[in-house]
């Protein structure tokens, strides 16, 4: 993928995986997120490979990719030749 389609995604799904800030730490930021879920979906790494490379734990790489999965599905579902896609609150 170029770094141009990289972008449109980030604005596709932003506004739907973006996280706040919190007191106790700051929230992953939505090119993060989506780079990583690029990431698995491109090498197929396992979370513990992910987790060295980016820094984040294996299970917020878990939730984060499923999260974008599935924001991806709903942004792109005019796009997409699927028969029914059930996706599940976060």
């Known amino acids: ?3 141009t389609d990289i972008d449109n995604l980030i604005n596709l799904v932003g506004l739907l995986i973006t ?3 919190t007191n106790m730490r700051e929230a992953i930021s939505v090119s993060d997120r989506v780079l ?3 990431r698995y979906l491109a090498t197929g790494d396992s ?3 992910l987790s060295y490379l980016f820094r984040i734990s294996k299970s917020t790489i878990s939730g984060i990719v499923y999260e974008v999965c599935q924001t991806i599905a709903i942004g792109l579902k005019d796009y997409l030749k699927v028969r029914d896609i059930k ?3 976060v």
């Open 87 to 89: 996706l599940r609150k």
């Open 47 to 49: 979370y513990v490979s």
């Open 36 to 38: 990583v879920t690029l």
């Open 19 to 21: 996280k706040q800030d």
């Open 1 to 3: 993928m170029s770094s």
